[in-house]
């Protein structure tokens, strides 16, 4: 079936560290793949996305690139903020389950000034 | 602006009781979707729509229902068959079955 395995937290920073969260994923096929932050006590926002292997996603100075071949979608950022404190889901999505996406557990990250 | 409304964001319900949670969004968006969300367990699927009248149980369906009678909003009802109701609730809706979700902010339900 369908399942996305995270890195179990929490990861906690110093400001300006360099930052990794694993995802790897299971999945017939070609699934599109995403990464989602949720700030506290708020819903989720889209953070990145990438939709076929060899892609890479980015925005707000975070990164992750689509590997087939070790099925993983690992998220990097070259220096973390304390404003990038969240909880980081990777999910995925395959258009012949509908449009529904599996998430990870997600990953706490806390960054210290 | 666009956007998914949920209210209300804080909900209490004594038990034996049935709530029903709103969902709005005017994305015109066809697929709209309800999840929740346990400490360090992320998210699980309760119930799906594609399309307006029609929606598909997801993987934690038994204790909940739904409705799709209009394509701008998705109630969820969690009734007094679901034993551990207590969670934050997401609902999200996509453009497609292609597209990425976008969420709502979510409502918080306690059951005292």
């Known amino acids: 079936g369908n399942s996305v395995t995270q890195m179990e937290g929490p990861v906690t920073l110093s400001e300006e560290a360099f930052l990794t969260i694993n995802c790897t994923y299971t999945a017939t096929g070609y699934p599109s793949l995403f990464w989602y932050v949720q700030y506290p006590g708020e819903g989720l926002q889209l953070l990145l996305k990438?939709?076929?292997?060899?892609d890479k996603g980015s925005n707000k100075g975070f990164e992750a690139t689509y590997r087939k071949e070790t099925t993983s979608f690992h998220l990097e950022k070259g220096s973390v903020q304390v404003s990038d404190s969240a909880v980081y889901f990777c999910?995925?999505?395959?258009?012949?389950?509908?449009?529904?996406?599996?998430f990870g557990r997600g990953t706490q990250l806390t960054v210290w000034p | 602006d666009g956007g998914i409304t949920q209210s209300p964001k804080y909900l209490f319900r004594k038990e034996g009781q049935n709530v029903t949670l709103s969902c709005e969004q005017n994305?015109?968006?066809?697929?709209m979707y309800w999840y929740r969300q346990d400490p360090g367990q992320g998210l699980r699927l309760i119930y799906y729509s594609q399309i307006v009248n029609d929606f598909q149980k997801g993987d934690i369906a038994e204790g909940y229902s739904v409705s799709r009678e209009k394509k701008e909003s998705f109630p969820l009802t969690v009734t007094s068959a679901q034993k551990n109701p207590t969670a934050f609730y997401l609902c999200a809706s996509s453009e497609d079955r292609n597209n990425e979700q976008f969420f709502g902010p979510g409502t918080r339900l306690t059951v005292l």
């Open positions: 994305l015109n968006h066809d697929a």
């Open positions: 999910a995925l999505s395959k258009g012949s389950t509908l449009g529904r996406l599996y």
């Open positions: 990438a939709t076929k292997a060899d």
